[in-house]
């Protein structure tokens, strides 16, 4: 990947956006969803500069002075850095990162389980709590791709686990989601296994040849439920994770000290 950001038009209202790993080795995903009113963004990134990531002049021109949500898939600092390019930007909300905030923003009375709902204009994405990876996690559909979006809770890659009920409790919700609407495919924020079953690429790397696709389906998000389920009983120990490794993923049960 040679840009410094990788755009991919799956319509002409949504974008996956990619950082670069020559910018970050995280190189995350993020999402890009226009509407009639406004657009939203799915998360900002690893870095903060404008000139090795130009996230802001990306997104202004794709959807040029519409107004925008900035939101995020989890609070993690390699989903958020780049807010910082959309401070000024005008007809803009940043939701802060902290789990009351995005409460409040997207109108949750009843935390994680509620489906709220964002307008767009004509466009209406679904989005619900699913701690356990990270206390402010989301999951976002949208009904026009069939794009479920679940952060860093289910991608192809390393599934860390800081609250395992809260994230079986998570897994489970989007499964019962997905079998009541029109997903198409799970869309995670990270791509770190390779094409060979149970094999990750190192962590850090900063080159992986012949990645997986990033899209999973709703049969791999059910395969997270029940490996989650199989191996609860083996929680690891303060400071030394218990790694359990699958085709598709790889969960880290984290205990914390």
């Not at 909300?93 to 905030?101: E, F, G, L, Y």
């Not at 040849?209 to 083996?234: C, F, G, H, K, S």
Request: hydrophobic share 40%.
């Amino acid at each position: 990947m040679d840009e410094l950001i990788q755009v991919s038009e799956h319509d002409g209202d949504t974008f996956v956006l990619r950082q670069s790993k020559s910018v970050h080795y995280e190189a995350p995903f993020l999402y890009l969803f226009r509407g009639r009113d406004r657009a939203l963004l799915l998360d900002t990134g690893a870095t903060t500069e404008h000139d090795t990531f130009p996230l802001r002049a990306t997104v202004d021109k794709l959807i040029g002075d519409m107004e925008l949500v900035v939101a995020h898939t989890h609070a993690h600092g390699d989903h958020v850095a780049g807010d910082v390019q959309f401070a000024d930007r005008p007809r803009t909300r940043i939701v802060p990162k902290d789990v009351d905030s995005v409460r409040s923003f997207f109108g949750f009375t009843e935390w994680p389980t509620e489906i709220v709902t964002l307008d767009l204009g004509g466009r209406v994405i679904e989005i619900f709590g699913i701690p356990g990876h990270q206390s402010a996690s989301i999951a976002v559909f949208d009904p026009w791709s069939g794009f479920l979006v679940t952060g860093d809770t289910v991608c192809r890659g390393r599934l860390y686990v800081v609250d395992y009920p809260a994230f079986q409790d998570s897994v489970e919700r989007m499964v019962e989601f997905a079998g009541n609407r029109p997903v198409t495919q799970v869309m995670g924020c990270h791509i770190e296994m390779t094409t060979t079953p149970g094999v990750d690429y190192p962590i850090g790397a900063t080159y992986q040849p012949d990645e997986p696709p990033l899209p999973m389906t709703v049969a791999q998000l059910t395969a997270v439920r029940d490996a989650a389920a199989a191996v609860a009983d083996q929680p690891g120990k303060p400071g030394e994770p218990a790694i359990h490794v699958f085709d598709d993923f790889i969960i880290y049960h984290i205990v914390e000290e």
